[in-house]
Nanobody
Framework: QVQLVESGGGLVQAGGSLRLSCAASGRTFSDYAMGWFRQAPGKEREVVAAISWSGGNTYYADSVKGRFTISRDNARNTVPLQLNSLKPEDTAVYYC????????????????????WGQGTQVTVSS
C-alpha cells in the first residue's frame, strides 16, 4: 500500500503561482512512477504531469507545458508540482497518484493505469 497526501492548494489570481506537494508513505517510493491529475466540475479526470521513478523522464499535458513543473525527491518521498502563470481554466481539484512500474522509461498517462490516489487539493484561479 502507498498512502498519498496532497497539500498546497488555494485561491490565486490569474497569472499567479502555487506550489503543490504530494507526500508519499508506505512502499518503496522509488519503485513508483508518479502523476498529477486534475478534475474540474462536470469534466473527466485528466493528466497534468507525470514523472518516472528516477525523475529523469517527465510528461506534461499540452495545456500546461511551459507553465507547470513536476519533480520528485526520492529521499523525502515527495512530488512537488509548481504551477506558474495560472489561468482560470486551471481551476480544479488536483490529485496525486502512484503506480509501480518496471522501468524508468514508463510514464503512465491514463488515470486508469494508476493504483494509488490522494484525496485531492482544490486549486481555484480567479480572473
Amino acid at each position: 500500500q502507498v498512502q498519498l497526501v496532497e497539500s498546497g492548494g488555494g485561491l490565486v489570481q490569474a497569472g499567479g503561482s502555487l506550489r503543490l506537494s504530494c507526500a508519499a508513505s508506505g512502499r518503496t517510493f522509488s519503485d513508483y512512477a508518479m502523476g498529477w491529475f486534475r478534475q474540474a466540475p462536470g469534466k473527466e479526470r485528466e493528466v497534468v504531469a507525470a514523472i518516472s521513478w528516477s525523475g529523469g523522464n517527465t510528461y506534461y499535458a499540452d495545456s500546461v507545458k511551459g507553465r507547470f513543473t513536476i519533480s520528485r525527491d526520492n529521499a523525502r518521498n515527495t512530488v512537488p508540482l509548481q504551477l506558474n502563470s495560472l489561468k482560470p481554466e486551471d481551476t480544479a481539484v488536483y490529485y496525486c497518484a502512484a503506480v509501480r512500474v518496471l522501468t524508468d522509461y514508463v510514464i503512465p498517462r491514463s488515470a486508469r493505469e494508476y493504483e494509488y490516489w490522494g484525496q485531492g487539493t482544490q486549486v481555484t484561479v480567479s480572473s
